[in-house]
C-alpha cells in the first residue's frame, strides 16, 4: 500500500522512489498492499469480525515469499517478506517479521529493510523498524506503540495514534486472517497514523491468474487510502490474494504517470514446508 514514509509529502509522485516505495505499501495492504471507490457503486462499508487467535492464522514461522517487480513489463526489482519467529516485547509474544525490498530504475536504486513485531493474537503492533537506503537518501527509524495509550514513539518523540495499531508489516498479515465478500466494501480505522484512516477495501472480483510462481485461484481487492501515489484515488490498482486457507498475496499493479507497476509472486515457501 502506498503508505507515506514520515514527512515525505514534499516529494514528487512519479519518481523512482514511488515505484519502489509502493513495494513496502502494499503491501499493502495492504497492504494493503487500490484503486478508485465511487459512491455510485461502493455498498456501505462494514467491519468485517474481529479475528481471534494466533491458531487460525494462515502464516507461521518459516513462512518466506519471493516477488519480482517490473515497470511496463521490464525488470525493476525484487522483494520478500518472511516469517522469521516468535519473540517477546514488553510482555507480549509476538511475530517477527521481515520486509526486504531491492532494485534499480535507471541511475536511482534502493535497497530497504523492515522489520516489525506484532502481537501473535491480536496483531497489534509493538515495534517496528526501518532501514532505508534510496539513491542519496540513508535513514534509520525505530518505532515503538503504546496502544494502551493510543500513541506511538518514533526515534525517541511520541505522536498520536489508535487503540489497535498496525503498521505497514503487520497490515499487510492483518488482511490475510479477514474474510471477504465479493460486491462488499470494508473500512479499517487500525493504521498507526490516525490522519491516514480509515482504509477502505472494496472486493470486487475472483479470477484464475498465472504469476511465476504457478497457477492460482484470487480474490482481486482495490483498496483507497488517503495518501497521493500508488493507493490514492486515482492510481487504478487492484491486488490479487489467493482464494485458499493461505490467502497469499499473489500480485499487484499500479499505474504510475510513467507506466504500470506490478508485483508478482515469484517464489513461496510455507511454515509447513520447511
Known amino acids: ?10 516529494r514528487e509522485p512519479g519518481t523512482a522512489y ?31 469480525p474481529r479475528q481471534p487467535a494466533s491458531a487460525r ?26 516469517v522469521e519467529g516468535i519473540e517477546p516485547v ?44 534510496e539513491g542519496s537518501r540513508k535513514d534509520e527509524r525505530t518505532y515503538d506503540f503504546y496502544p494502551d495509550r493510543k500513541v506511538y514513539i518514533r526515534n525517541g518523540q511520541e505522536n498520536p ?28 480505522n487500525r493504521y498507526y497514523h490516525p490522519d491516514r484512516n480509515p482504509v477502505i477495501i472494496k472486493v470486487v472480483r475472483r479470477e484464475h491468474i498465472h ?8 480474490i482481486v481487492l482495490q483498496p483507497i487510502i488517503k495518501s497521493r501515489g500508488l493507493f490514492s484515488e486515482g492510481g487504478q490498482a487492484e491486488v490479487w490474494f489467493a482464494d485458499d ?3 497469499t498475496l499473489l500480485r499487484l499493479k499500479s499505474k504510475l504517470p510513467f507506466g504500470t507497476l506490478y508485483l508478482e509472486l515469484k517464489q513461496a515457501e510455507y511454515a509447513s514446508q520447511r
Not at 500500500?1 to 514534499?10: E, L, P, Q, V
Not at 504469476?211 to 492460482?216: I, L, N, R, S, T
Request: with cysteine.
Open 1 to 10: 500500500m502506498c503508505w507515506r514514509r514520515g514527512d515525505a509529502s514534499d
Open 18 to 48: 514511488d515505484v519502489y516505495r509502493s513495494l513496502m505499501r502494499t503491501q499493502l495492504l495492504l497492504l494493503t498492499l487500490i484503486g478508485l471507490l465511487t459512491a455510485a457503486d461502493a455498498s456501505p462499508a462494514i467491519r468485517p
Open 57 to 82: 492464522l494462515p502464516f507461521g514461522v518459516g513462512e518466506r515469499l519471493s516477488y519480482q517487480a517490473k515497470v511496463n513489463f521490464l525488470n525493476a526489482g525484487s522483494a520478500s517478506m518472511s
Open 90 to 133: 514488553r510482555g507480549h509474544s509476538t511475530f517477527h517479521t521481515i520486509f526486504d525490498v531491492s532494485g534499480r530504475v535507471l541511475f536511482f536504486h534502493v535497497k530497504d529493510h523492515y522489520e516489525s513485531w506484532f502481537d501473535t493474537t491480536t496483531l497489534i503492533s509493538l515495534h517496528h523498524t526501518q532501514s532505508i537506503d
Open 161 to 188: 495514534s489508535v487503540a489497535e495499531p498496525l503498521d505497514e508489516g503487520s497490515f499487510i498479515y492483518f488482511m490475510r486472517t479477514l474474510k471477504l465478500e465479493v460486491g462488499k466494501t470494508y473500512e479499517f
Open 211 to 218: 504469476v511465476p510462481a504457478g497457477d492460482y485461484d484470487a
Open 245 to 247: 486457507s493461505a490467502h
